[in-house]
């Protein structure tokens, strides 16, 4: 049956593939019902008085396609406050993206596009804040098509309480279809060989935003966007990947075309460096950095922790500029809380000791620990407080107290909070495979009991290692508040999620507690 619909929708759309923007299989998936808006409407990169609204035209011939928009207060569209019309060609694969400016602070919008007499679904955005008491952010990363449903996405859809979604990376991943005998594949990737080529990575993107879960949480909620490695190539860095070899071409080749069709897909503010890196403000509460940890300045990961290169000053996951940056930033901030959308673990993890042996993750901070030792030095000279740094990447869900030094007991004192200067907390994949797609639940926490001993990680207040879903970031001028929202399953469509795992940190307490 599958079979005979891919025929039926192949000669349907045959003529709409002229273009050879994407794999033929992608007709498979579209809804005739939203032509030629197949992939929806998105908004993204919210400030106080501009937000972006992005769709995409599905042309059946080479053109130059006109698009109107418009944007109001209200769902029925008649209090139009912006309107304009924007012209989209091949280029870009028939993208538009605009960006809404002389908006209202901490307003809801209601926007839409339009071709001839054609609209698009309405979208939902909100700008951001100039005072508020109260924000809340929905935190994601990791979303393997392959290895399970996008339920998370569409819970957080489902919420009318979020100011903006924040994306930490792994919005797509770059494998081919890779069987698992031990946990098959939910659903395959187009195409089914490793994306290498322009027309590769516009497919993967189009695939994903076909899902409809998460085409309902970019229509309903502004997404705040950067990059991890599998935009790319897995564990990838400024001048190469481990998941791209010598014979799958030039690597700035693949990844000028990576960083091309990602703006193309992201509602992201386009720039000309083609930088991720970026900071939103949301008024006196709160101050958003959002950080490139992997292509920008990123150097080659050291293969494990006894490398004598892993102390050397030169050796840099941001950059000096970067750095620099986010220095300053921090330091000048007013702002309540200091927010860092961050693709990988900041904190010092020790992954298992035995003796004086110690193994970290070498693909995260832990590869780079004098760059980090340097950011949180300059945190510590400058009495700087209520850090929150936001990490995706590792599959699983952490809470850290944010420390120097968390073995140090003259530093570090897990019952009082001295030492700490705010949180870090990792959101888990919205469905990528992890610890518990490897092992049984039982070896994973035995691992767990491991990791939280007091002599291992004493910083480390909180674990997961099995579970997929998000975190809810509550804040307030009182205290910041992450809660994990995990799910049942995602090897079906499953809105059954836990939201029991609950920890916050009080303003210049700095000391994460759980909340009952």
Request: aromatic share 12%; glycine share 6%; proline share 4%.
């Amino acid at each position: 049956m599958k079979l005979l619909w891919a025929i039926i929708f192949s000669a349907c759309f045959s003529s709409l593939t002229a273009q050879n923007f994407f794999d033929p299989q992608i007709t498979t998936l579209l809804n005739p019902a939203l032509k030629p808006f197949y992939f929806g409407v998105a908004s993204g990169d919210p400030q106080q008085s501009q937000v972006i609204i992005w769709t995409k035209v599905w042309s059946d011939a080479e053109q130059t396609i006109p698009v109107k928009w418009e944007i109001a207060t209200d769902t029925a569209m008649q209090n139009i406050v912006g309107r304009g019309e924007v012209k989209t060609t091949s280029a870009s694969a028939y993208t538009v993206k605009v960006l809404v400016k002389d908006l209202q602070p901490g307003t809801t919008y209601f926007y839409r596009f339009q071709t001839r007499t054609v609209y698009s679904p309405i979208g939902r955005t909100k700008t951001a804040p100039v005072q508020t008491r109260h924000l809340r952010f929905a935190v994601v990363s990791c979303c393997n098509y392959e290895h399970g449903y996008f339920n998370a996405y569409r819970l957080i859809a489902n919420r009318n309480d979020v100011d903006a979604v924040i994306h930490l990376g792994d919005y797509i991943y770059e494998y081919g279809n890779r069987p698992n005998k031990k946990h098959p594949n939910v659903r395959d990737h187009i195409p089914n060989h490793e994306i290498l080529n322009l027309n590769d990575y516009r497919t993967r993107y189009a695939q994903y935003r076909l899902d409809p879960d998460l085409q309902e949480a970019h229509r309903l909620h502004p997404f705040i966007t950067v990059w991890d490695d599998h935009e790319f190539a897995n564990d990838s860095y400024k001048e190469g990947a481990k998941n791209h070899q010598s014979d799958e071409g030039n690597w700035e080749e693949r990844k000028a075309i990576a960083k091309k069709a990602y703006f193309e897909w992201m509602p992201i503010t386009d720039n000309a460096e083609e930088s991720v890196v970026r900071k939103l403000n949301y008024g006196n509460l709160a101050e958003l950095y959002m950080l490139d940890t992997r292509i920008e300045e990123r150097c080659v990961q050291l293969i494990n922790v006894f490398d004598t290169l892993r102390s050397c000053t030169t050796r840099t996951i941001l950059g000096r500029k970067q750095t620099d940056w986010l220095i300053a930033g921090i330091d000048s901030s007013s702002a309540r809380w200091k927010l860092i959308g961050n693709q990988v673990v900041f904190s010092e993890l020790d992954a298992h000791s035995l003796g004086k042996s110690r193994a970290f993750n070498t693909d995260a901070w832990d590869g780079y620990p004098e760059e980090r030792k340097e950011i949180l030095d300059s945190f510590y000279r400058h009495d700087v407080k209520n850090v929150i740094i936001l990490t995706g990447d590792i599959h699983l869900s952490w809470a850290f107290d944010l420390v120097q030094e968390p073995k140090n007991k003259k530093r570090y004192n897990a019952k009082t909070g001295q030492g700490v200067i705010g949180a870090e907390f990792v959101t888990p994949s919205v469905s990528s495979n992890g610890i518990g797609e490897k092992f049984p639940r039982g070896f994973a926490n035995l691992v767990g009991l491991v990791l939280k001993r007091k002599t291992t990680n004493p910083h480390l207040r909180f674990q997961n290692l099995v579970d997929h879903g998000f975190v809810m970031l509550d804040l307030n001028e009182d205290r910041v508040n992450a809660t994990w929202h995990l799910l049942n399953t995602v090897r079906k469509r499953d809105l059954k999620a836990s939201s029991k795992d609950s920890w916050s940190t009080k303003y210049n307490a700095n000391k994460l507690v759980k909340e009952k």
